[in-house]
Structure formats: structure tokens, C-alpha cells
């Protein structure tokens, strides 16, 4: 996501950070936007924990003045309107209603304003899910969402322009027990059919057996994790003339602003 930073010409003053620390983007968007002010968004009290102490500056740190002022809330709250940049980096795929957050990040942005965010899409872990299918196993993985349909959904949370683009990252191991140590600590089965109770050791022995058996000509067991990337702005307001519309103050300036006349579609 970083590259894509370089094609965006807008220079954001305030930043929100979407569940910021397993995402990883903390950095990144100091080093490109250093005078930014940014809104870091957890999901749980706990991860709120950790992005807090990663935001405070020691007492004696060259840094500490002058500095560009982080603000930290859980996703339950509800972030002051009119920032530039939504982040979300490695998250959407983790959340139950897509369109509705999207919607709460169109929101959440400044006319002219942008969203960037990466997430898995369905090509991710598709030889672990055929070993299942032909072990006769409920599928190891939720059902991850197609780009296009990204796209379609920013587009009717009121977003203009999405881009979309996706990439296939290769994974490999050298053994089973070292692949599934690994995939545990990304994350877990979020399906709600998946099985309820515990596994037996003859269950694992056959999921090792299986996992054995896509090793390939060079003695590794490799996974495929598809990578989507989207980015779209926030356009002016487009007011109709058949019926009410309600603009907030800060659109209706940034009209204002741009000399845009508003007309019906």
C-alpha cells in the first residue's frame, strides 16, 4: 500500500488509522505523512492497550515535541468527521458487513478525500481448502470477497473512482507442524458452520498426512494468500432538486470551495 501513496497527490492532514496495530501501517505513515495528525481505530480494549503505548513519546525524545498529535478510540466511537485519509491495512476481510463500514468511512472523510485498504481475497489458502474438500472436511476458511465486489460495494457506499487490483503471495514451509504453528498466528476460522468441538489426534495425523502430500519437486509445502488492494475518493455532494437533501457543513464549504455548481443526476 505504500506504493500506492506515491500516485495520490493530496496531501493529508488528518489521518484515520483503522485498526491500526495489527495493521502494521504506524510508520509508513509517519515517514510519508510526518505533519499529519492521525486517529488510531482499535477493534478491542486490548489492542487499544498497545497502540496507546506505542504512541506515547518518552519523556526525553527529540521527537516527543513537535510532533504531530495521535489520537487513539475503539471502533465503537465514533471519529470527528472531515479527515483525508481513511488507512485499513489487512482488515476487511476480518469484518461481518463491508458495505456498512464502508459507509462509515465515506463518513468519516472530507470531500476529495481517500480510502486505502488491503485485505485477503478468495484465491488465499485454496490448496488447504481443496485438501479439505477432498478429505471431506467443512472448509478451513471463511469465504473471502471477490475485488470486483469491493469495488461494487464502495461504489454504493457512495464512493467514486475505486480502483482494484490483487496480487498472489506464495508462501512455503518446510514442515507441517511449522505451517500450521504459523497460520494459527495469523488468525482463526471465522465461519459460523465450522465445527463446534474438538479435534482428535487421529484427525491431525490425517490433516498432517494431507499436508504431506502437496509438498512439492523441492520439498516444500506452499500456500497461496491473494492479496487485494482498493482505493477510492470522496466526491462532492450531488444535491437533487426533486427532493429534500441534507449536506453537511463541511461539504457545503468544500462545494464552495471548488465552485462546483451541484445539478441532478
Known amino acids: ?3 500506492r501513496l506515491a500516485i495520490i497527490r493530496l496531501k493529508p492532514e488528518r489521518i484515520v488509522d483503522w485498526w491500526s496495530f495489527l495493521g502494521a501501517g504506524a510508520k509508513v505513515l509517519e515517514r ?7 486517529i488510531v481505530v482499535e477493534p478491542d480494549p486490548l489492542l487499544l492497550a498497545r497502540s496507546e503505548a506505542a504512541a506515547a513519546r518518552p519523556w526525553w525524545s527529540l521527537r516527543r515535541r513537535g510532533d504531530a498529535r ?8 465514533e471519529p470527528r468527521a472531515g479527515a483525508q485519509l481513511v488507512w485499513a491495512n489487512m482488515m476487511v476481510h476480518a469484518v461481518a458487513d463491508p458495505p456498512a463500514l464502508f459507509m462509515r468511512w465515506e463518513r468519516l472523510l ?22 479439505y474438500r477432498r478429505l471431506g472436511w467443512p472448509q478451513p476458511t471463511p469465504d473471502f470477497i471477490d475485488m470486483h465486489d469491493l469495488g461494487d460495494m464502495l461504489v454504493g457506499a457512495g464512493f467514486a473512482d475505486p480502483v ?4 498472489t503471495l506464495s508462501l512455503r514451509w518446510t514442515d507441517p507442524d511449522a505451517l500450521l504453528r504459523e497460520l494459527r498466528s495469523l488468525g482463526r476460522n471465522t465461519r459460523p458452520d465450522r465445527p463446534g468441538g474438538l479435534r482428535t489426534p487421529k484427525w491431525r495425523a ?11 519437486p523441492d520439498g516444500s509445502i506452499a500456500l497461496s494468500f491473494e492479496i487485494a488492494y482498493g482505493h477510492a475518493f470522496k466526491g462532492a455532494p450531488r444535491l437533487r432538486t426533486d427532493q429534500p437533501t441534507t449536506v453537511s457543513l463541511d461539504d457545503m464549504r468544500a462545494l464552495v470551495r471548488s465552485g462546483k455548481r451541484s445539478s441532478s443526476p
Open 1 to 3: 500500500m505504500e506504493e
Open 32 to 38: 510519508v505523512y510526518p505533519k499529519a495528525q492521525r
Open 70 to 77: 495521535t489520537e487513539v478510540m475503539l471502533d465503537t466511537d
Open 110 to 131: 472530507a470531500v476529495d478525500g481517500f480510502v486505502m485498504f488491503s485485505c485477503l481475497g478468495p484465491g488465499t489458502l485454496k490448496e488447504l481448502r481443496e485438501l
Open 164 to 167: 482494484m487490483d490483487q496480487e
Open 206 to 216: 490425517a490433516l498432517l498426512e494431507g499436508l504431506e502430500s502437496l509438498r512439492e
